[in-house]
């Protein structure tokens, strides 16, 4: 089931996470490259299941002025993928491994 987390920090909106089922990715992609055309960066990543199979997904990256998108194809699974829209003055903020515990705290809560 879809779901989503906005992350405040400060009282002031930072990022917003979502996670969706896995077969849904090929619409969310649409409708991402629909509103913010074709992706900075696309990276493939290799995800290893419960069952040892190795899967290799998508991870798109948008990269704005004020915001950074990203849209991954597993996030934490075989059957979710997952997107992050963050300001970069979030991302700037925070150290790297602090920001992707956040993102990792906001995901365990969805």
Same mark, same amino acid.
Not at 1 to 5: G, N, R, Y
């Given at each position: 089931?879809?779901?989503? /987390?906005l992350?405040?920090? #400060? #009282?002031?909106?930072?990022? +917003?996470? %979502?996670?969706?089922?896995? &077969?849904?990715?090929? #619409?969310?992609?649409? +409708? ?8 900075? &960066? ?7 299941? %419960?069952? %040892?199979?190795?899967l290799?997904? /998508? /991870?798109?990256?948008?990269?704005? +002025? &004020?915001?950074?998108?990203? *849209?991954?194809?597993?996030?934490? #699974? ?5 997107? /992050? +829209?963050? *300001?970069?003055?979030? =991302? ?5 491994? &602090? ?7 906001? =995901?365990?809560? *969805?």
């Open positions: 089931m879809p779901s989503c /987390v992350i405040f920090v #400060d #009282d002031h909106f930072s990022a +917003i996470v %979502g996670h969706f089922p896995t &077969k849904a990715f090929d #619409d969310r992609q649409a +409708i991402f490259i629909e509103r913010y055309g074709p992706p900075h &960066k696309r990276l493939a990543r290799e995800f290893q299941n %419960g069952f %040892g199979a190795h290799t997904g /998508v /991870v798109l990256d948008w990269t704005g +002025i &004020k915001a950074s998108v990203s *849209l991954d194809e597993f996030a934490n #699974d075989a059957e979710h993928g997952a997107f /992050v +829209i963050s *300001l970069n003055s979030y =991302a700037a903020r925070a150290p790297a491994n &602090k920001n992707t515990d956040a993102v990792k705290k906001a =995901a365990k809560e *969805l």
